[in-house]
């Protein structure tokens, strides 16, 4: 699907892999609405990128609603990144052996997976309503799992449960869509220079970046954006869950 003219949101867009993401959209020509907390650089990036700033909480379906409505208001929507989420470790077990607090769970659980799901519905509810395009096509919609789907490490049951979800249920939701001409994807990343890792010490990073096999080093924010920009111009790419890893397999910790 072609990207110039074509609107798109992307959640997360302040930062990040969302942050690149919505600068790729922009330089292929895309009106870009950043949806992202308001406390973020949200209006700063809209603002650079001539987009639009929508300030919301994905775990909200009003606030979510009103940024897809502020989307579509900016131009045709037909292209939603799903790149909010969070990474805080949430162990079974305590240091002293006791359950752990189940809010955090349930918090991961919310943004990550719930809140992916809500992007998807109020998203796809105004996508399907628009003219297609000379192709057929609507629209596009890529979300980000992790390669913690597949690997989960010791202390991430809570986040590997909730990309394992968006990972499963791109397939069905795919071929739900199917019927509106909305493809879906899921990007799984490895591990990638994000904000989340770049309060590391140097020498941590570097450690990170030898575990992958190749290229041995962390991947690149623009790389993750590069796979959005070719799953939303490959128009028979659809249901499916890409890896982007180096080739790495995590290790139990």
Same mark, same amino acid.
């Given at each position: 699907?072609?990207?110039?003219?074509?609107?798109?949101?992307?959640?997360?867009?302040?930062?990040?892999?969302?942050? *690149?993401?919505?600068?790729?959209?922009?330089?292929?020509?895309?009106?870009?609405?950043?949806?992202?907390?308001?406390? %973020?650089?949200?209006?700063?990036?809209?603002?650079?990128?001539?987009?639009? $700033? *929508?300030?919301?909480?994905?775990?909200?379906?009003?606030?979510?609603?009103?940024?897809?409505?502020? /989307?579509?208001?900016?131009?045709?929507?037909? &292209?939603?990144?799903?790149? /909010?989420?969070?990474?805080?470790?949430?162990?079974?077990?305590?240091?002293?052996?006791?359950?752990?607090?189940?809010? *955090? $769970?349930?918090?991961?659980?919310?943004?990550?997976?719930?809140? !992916? $799901?809500?992007?998807?519905?109020? /998203?796809?509810?105004?996508?399907?309503?628009? =003219?297609? !395009?000379?192709?057929? =096509?609507?629209?596009?919609?890529?979300? !980000?799992? %992790?390669?913690?789907?597949?690997?989960?490490? &010791?202390?991430?049951?809570?986040?590997? /449960?909730?990309?394992?979800?968006?990972?499963? #249920?791109?397939?069905? &939701?795919?071929?739900?869509?199917?019927?509106?001409?909305?493809?879906?994807?899921?990007?799984?990343?490895?591990? #990638?220079? !994000?904000? #989340?890792?770049?309060?590391?010490?140097?020498?941590?990073?570097?450690?990170?970046?030898?575990?992958?096999?190749?290229? @041995?080093?962390?991947?690149?924010?623009?790389?993750?954006? %590069?796979?959005?920009?070719? &799953?939303?111009?490959?128009?028979?790419?659809?249901?499916?869950?890409?890896?982007? =890893?180096? @080739?790495?397999? #995590? *290790?139990?910790?």
């Amino acid at each position: 699907m072609q990207i110039q003219g074509s609107g798109a949101l992307v959640t997360g867009g302040a930062s990040g892999l969302g942050l *690149a993401t919505a600068r790729r959209l922009a330089a292929a020509g895309a009106t870009v609405t950043i949806v992202d907390l308001a406390s %973020s650089q949200g209006a700063e990036v809209a603002a650079e990128l001539g987009g639009v $700033f *929508a300030p919301a909480d994905v775990t909200s379906v009003e606030e979510v609603a009103a940024a897809v409505a502020a /989307a579509q208001d900016a131009a045709p929507l037909r &292209i939603v990144v799903n790149c /909010a989420g969070i990474a805080p470790p949430a162990k079974v077990l305590d240091r002293d052996g006791n359950p752990a607090d189940v809010a *955090a $769970f349930e918090r991961i659980i919310r943004i990550n997976l719930i809140g !992916t $799901f809500t992007v998807i519905a109020q /998203a796809s509810a105004v996508i399907a309503k628009n =003219d297609p !395009t000379e192709s057929g =096509d609507r629209g596009v919609i890529v979300n !980000t799992a %992790s390669v913690a789907a597949f690997d989960g490490q &010791i202390g991430q049951p809570a986040y590997s /449960a909730s990309k394992g979800g968006v990972h499963a #249920m791109t397939l069905p &939701i795919a071929r739900e869509l199917a019927r509106h001409a909305i493809r879906v994807c899921t990007i799984a990343p490895g591990i #990638m220079e !994000t904000p #989340m890792l770049a309060g590391l010490p140097q020498a941590a990073q570097d450690s990170l970046g030898e575990q992958v096999p190749y290229p @041995a080093r962390l991947g690149r924010p623009d790389e993750y954006a %590069s796979l959005v920009q070719q &799953i939303v111009e490959n128009g028979y790419l659809n249901g499916e869950t890409i890896r982007l =890893d180096g @080739a790495i397999r #995590m *290790a139990p910790k």
